[in-house]
């Protein structure tokens, strides 16, 4: 069996070659932020100064970041979930076009989004001042993701009979999408959810237009970092977001499973995941 | 679990017609009465309009104007089906996949905010009534399908409602398990007292279950009757032919006797020129011994079917008469055959 041992390694060799290209950036750039002095290498010796650094320095873009991405959560569930249940409970011409509509976000750039948001918005002070313009900005760009994650499972639930037969039972309207509709759904609003809240952390195409310097977000503060300052800083930086989205991330996903249901792995994968941000 | 807990009332249905959006009218004016604890069911091809009748009693459609819904004789035409107090049991049944066995078919008493303890107890009376009480902590993904018809069943009528809907219930399951499950639902409709309405497109089904069967076509009744009346009195062509097998034989009548090429035999009707005599293939009587009175034919088939044999036997006409006989029947195809009617057995139109 000497040729299947050699195509077994010969693909082993490869993977390991593609993920070493993969992993050794973020192995070196998590490194470059311990280090005293990167050019120098490993021998200058390790440190936590610029983590320190970048926490007195964008202390302020990590806590708006995750406040925002919260924000955006809450107001992509309140929008996102009711508008997938009526495009799954009413397929029609209207409902189609609107769904179509809801997609544009993403299709279009971020930045022309921000310009016309910016060229009507931008004069109104408070509003342009605050952090909830940019909320409206990454609102914009992630409900399509919430709204497709959600209607996938609606659609591969029978609802109407669903609800007839909770219906049937004496429930009314709001028993009916408390009761049945919500917790069937479960899993595509978790899947939403967590797209959203990701999205939302590093949106930076958007926001880059929408901040002013008194509302900067995370990733434009790393922007920032790398621009102006050490790349050991900007570096640490990196280090910090990803210590914050990792169990965020997996705190997110563990709400998915407490029960592993057959109806629920027939879902298909969350269209919106196959989406790549503009 | 006692009868009294369920209340038999009557169901009415004054002038329900019923056009959809697009314009197609399912129903037609139709007019129905069901009796306080009878099983009605609805029976026809698909498209005839019987799920429809079912959900205007149900309250998931509403009829044209100027139709009415009755329960008791008042009218609910305007009742939403959350408050009209009916069971229904769908043919996708329907239950909640992220509900246990238990928590579906205490559903509706939880609505009815039952006072926990009494809602205890009645879902574990239901559950052991349809012998689920081992599966109560289940998933629905975890239950084949008869066990799912069972929570359906369980779930509709833990309600105490005052009409029981069944849409199909059997559709979905393989032939052996429908058929013990049409004896278990037929045992608990009894044992329930409940008015009870069944939709279905099998007729064996129908025949079983029903006190009295509404065959409909095309968003109308063609015939309302008892099984046996159904069965032979059929009222018209699509009655006779949609349940079971009609034979039909082109002749004249004359002096009690009806005639045609292939022979002659006394039927009860007046004198008519052109006459169409019609019969069930159970109802014939085949033999080899060749005399005058009877139908006279050669077996074209024979079809060994275990318990009964079925023979086709061509009398000269385009349509072979079908012939049920005793499974021992030894006829061949090729042998001459006479073939006579039992009392009553014959139709003429």
């Known amino acids: ?278 | 679990m006692t009868t009294s807990s369920y209340q038999a009332i009557s169901i009415e249905l004054r002038h329900c017609a019923k056009t959809f959006p697009d314009g197609t009218r399912v129903l037609h004016d139709l007019d129905l009465e069901i009796y306080p604890g009878e099983t009605l069911v609805l029976l026809g091809p698909s498209g005839c309009g019987k799920t429809t009748t079912l959900r205007l009693i149900a309250g998931l459609e509403t009829p044209d104007t100027g139709g009415q819904v009755l329960f008791n004789g008042q009218d609910v035409t305007a009742l939403d089906i959350a408050k009209r107090n009916v069971g229904m049991v769908f043919q996708s049944y329907a239950l909640f996949p992220n509900m246990t066995v238990a928590e579906n078919v205490g559903y509706g008493l939880r609505i009815q905010k039952l006072p926990a303890d009494q809602q205890k107890q009645r879902v574990g009376e239901m559950l052991e009534m349809m012998r689920l009480t081992k599966l109560a902590n289940r998933h629905i993904d975890q239950l084949s399908g008869g066990q799912r018809q069972r929570v359906a069943l369980a779930r509709a009528i833990a309600t105490r409602p005052r009409v029981l809907l069944l849409d199909e219930p059997l559709t979905a399951l393989d032939a052996q398990l429908r058929d013990s499950l049409r004896v278990e639902i037929n045992l608990l409709l009894r044992q329930l007292g409940i008015t009870a309405v069944y939709v279905t497109h099998d007729q064996s089904e129908a025949m079983a279950l029903g006190d009295r069967i509404v065959v409909m076509a095309e968003g109308r009744i063609s015939q309302i009757g008892t099984p046996r009346q159904i069965y032979h009195q059929p009222k018209n062509d699509f009655v006779a032919d949609f349940i079971g097998t009609m034979n039909r034989v082109q002749g004249n009548i004359s002096l009690r006797r009806f005639t045609c090429p292939a022979g002659s035999l006394a039927v009860q009707a007046d004198d008519k020129e052109q006459a169409e005599l019609m019969f069930r293939p159970e109802d014939v009587r085949v033999s080899t011994e060749l005399h005058d009175d009877g139908l006279q034919g050669n077996v074209s088939a024979s079809f060994y079917l275990g318990d009964r044999t079925r023979l086709l036997v061509d009398i000269g006409q385009e349509r072979h008469i079908v012939v049920e006989s005793a499974a021992r029947c030894e006829l061949q195809p090729g042998q001459r055959v006479v073939m006579n009617l039992g009392n009553q057995a014959a139709l003429v139109a």
């Not at chain 1, 109104?124 to 709204?147: A, D, K, Q, Y």
């Open chain 1, 1 to 278: 069996m000497k040729p299947k041992k050699l195509s077994f390694a010969l693909q082993l060799i490869f993977s390991l070659c593609v993920c070493g290209f993969l992993i050794i950036p973020v192995v070196m750039s998590a490194l470059a932020g311990l280090t005293v002095n990167y050019f120098v290498g490993l021998e200058s010796g390790l440190t936590l100064r610029w983590i320190v650094e970048v926490w007195h320095a964008y202390g302020d873009t990590i806590s708006r970041s995750i406040g925002i991405s919260l924000a955006c959560l809450v107001v992509t569930l309140v929008l996102g979930v009711p508008a997938a249940y009526v495009l799954a409970r009413r397929s029609n011409r209207i409902t189609r076009a609107f769904e179509e509509l809801l997609m544009l976000p993403i299709a279009v750039p971020g930045l022309a989004t921000a310009l016309a948001l910016v060229s009507v918005y931008g004069s109104v002070g408070e509003f342009r001042g605050s952090w909830t313009f940019i909320l409206v900005g990454h609102v914009l760009f992630t409900l399509p993701f919430m709204v497709r994650a959600v209607l996938a499972v609606m659609l591969t639930l029978n609802l109407k009979t669903l609800e007839e037969g909770a219906a049937s039972l004496g429930a009314s309207h709001w028993q009916r999408f408390a009761h049945v509709v919500l917790p069937n759904c479960r899993h595509g609003i978790v899947a939403g959810a967590l797209m959203v809240l990701t999205l939302s952390i590093g949106e930076f195409n958007l926001t880059w237009l929408l901040h002013t310097p008194y509302t900067k977000t995370l990733p434009v503060g790393l922007a920032d970092a790398y621009a102006s300052m050490r790349l050991e800083v900007g570096s640490a930086y990196t280090l910090i977001f990803f210590v914050i989205i990792v169990p965020l991330l997996v705190a997110t996903q563990a709400l998915a499973k407490p029960r592993t249901r057959k109806f629920i792995d027939k879902a298909p994968a969350t269209p919106g995941l196959a989406l790549v941000k503009s």
